[in-house]
């Protein structure tokens, strides 16, 4: 399926973007299929209790009547989320 994508589409210019959640999750890939795709890993560290309280504050504003939640419910939730901002917004 590869190759004749390869063959098809070579006078175009062509991107894939992987993401996972799992940090080796290329590794199942046959060798073949990874040579192919030349991958390069981009990890994203987890985001700092300081960082994930201006982003929650940010979506929140957009979210919410002002002063409905409070500051330390923030607080709690930048530190619960453990660097995730998703586990955050969900808290």
């Known amino acids: 399926m590869i190759s004749k994508f390869s063959t098809y589409y070579r006078e175009y210019r062509y991107g894939l973007i992987l993401a996972s959640t799992h940090c080796h999750a ?17 990890e994203f560290p987890a985001y700092k209790p ?3 309280l201006d982003i929650l504050k940010d979506r929140v504003e957009f979210a919410f009547r002002p002063n409905s939640i409070s500051k330390e ?12 901002a998703r586990v955050g917004l969900e808290i």
């Open 73 to 84: 419910l923030f607080r709690i939730a930048s530190l619960a989320a453990e660097g995730d």
């Open 26 to 42: 290329s590794i199942d890939l046959p060798s073949r299929i990874k040579s192919i795709l030349a991958l390069t890993e981009i």
């Open 50 to 52: 300081y960082e994930l």
